[in-house]
């Protein structure tokens, strides 16, 4: 009875908690219609502040920075945002806004061949669908061979045989991209430049030569880490390292 009594008081906390939210996230949109922009940010940040997180969240944290002219804080959170809901034509639409306010001009080294081929196949599905049309496949591939080994004319054994073989392959080939898919995900480590103008080093080190300058609201990959730098690498192909605190990590 206790346990029951304990498990009501959490969820009816828990509920307590998400209306609270739910109306300084109101407070918030309604600060926001008032062109009280930085009141606005404050009372998203609350919401942040508490473990909440959601792509209208970050959006409209986007919105706000955006109209105080914070690049690097806008497209940070639109960044978010598109994480969280990357088919979102809004979000996409505002953080091509915010990045024509940024100054570098970085040109994309295009993937061509191969490995552009297949990282648009790759991309077809998220890791959680190749990984569960994996599963499926490889249950049909029991399926298809036990019906294999039962059955008693020679056209039916050879058409389950024939048919487990091809869905065993193409469950190998969806495994393949499942992990490929993990692999792309566990490099992708994006983070923006949070500051007016940062050097970036050869070296993890103050007295080594300035490789380039980059500034507020670029978006760079983050390669390594050493100390309190931060290797990182640019859509072109350049890399180097920067203070961590000149960055902020997606």
């Keep these: 009875?206790?346990?029951?009594?304990?498990?009501?008081?959490?969820?009816?906390?828990?509920?307590?908690?998400?209306?609270?939210?739910?109306?300084?996230?109101?407070?918030?949109?309604?600060?926001?219609?008032?062109?009280?922009?930085?009141?606005?940010i404050d009372k998203y940040q609350t919401i942040l502040d508490s473990g909440l997180q959601s792509s209208e969240l970050f959006f409209n944290l986007g919105n706000a920075?955006?109209?105080?002219?914070?690049?690097?804080?806008?497209?940070?959170?639109?960044?978010?945002?598109?994480?969280?809901?990357p088919n979102d034509t809004d979000i996409k639409n505002n953080i091509a806004y915010a990045r024509n306010m940024t100054?570098?001009?970085?040109?994309?080294?295009?993937?061509?061949?191969?490995t552009k081929l297949l990282k648009n196949v790759t991309g077809f599905l998220s890791f959680d669908g190749?990984?569960?049309?994996?599963?499926m496949l490889f249950v049909i591939f029991v399926v298809l061979f036990i019906s294999y080994y039962f059955a008693e004319y020679t056209a039916k054994k050879r058409f389950a045989f024939t048919t487990s073989i091809i869905v065993f392959f193409i469950g190998c080939l969806t495994l393949f991209f499942a992990f490929h898919d993990y692999n792309l995900t566990q490099k992708d480590n994006p983070?923006?430049?949070?500051?007016?103008?940062?050097?970036?080093?050869?070296?993890?080190?103050?007295?080594?030569?300035e490789a380039f300058i980059l500034h507020e609201g670029t978006k760079v990959q983050v390669l390594d880490t050493v100390n309190n730098w931060k290797k990182i690498k640019l859509s072109d192909g350049k890399t180097g390292w920067v203070s961590s605190t000149d960055i902020k990590v997606l």
């Design 1 to 40: 009875m206790k346990t029951v009594l304990y498990i009501l008081m959490m969820l009816l906390s828990s509920l307590t908690f998400a209306q609270d939210q739910e109306a300084v996230f109101e407070q918030a949109n309604t600060l926001y219609n008032q062109g009280k922009y930085a009141e606005a």
């Design 65 to 85: 920075h955006y109209k105080l002219n914070h690049v690097g804080p806008s497209v940070y959170y639109f960044e978010k945002a598109l994480q969280l809901a």
């Design 103 to 114: 100054i570098d001009a970085i040109d994309v080294v295009p993937e061509v061949g191969l």
């Design 130 to 135: 190749w990984a569960i049309t994996t599963v």
């Design 191 to 209: 983070a923006i430049i949070f500051v007016q103008e940062s050097q970036v080093k050869s070296e993890p080190n103050l007295s080594s030569q």
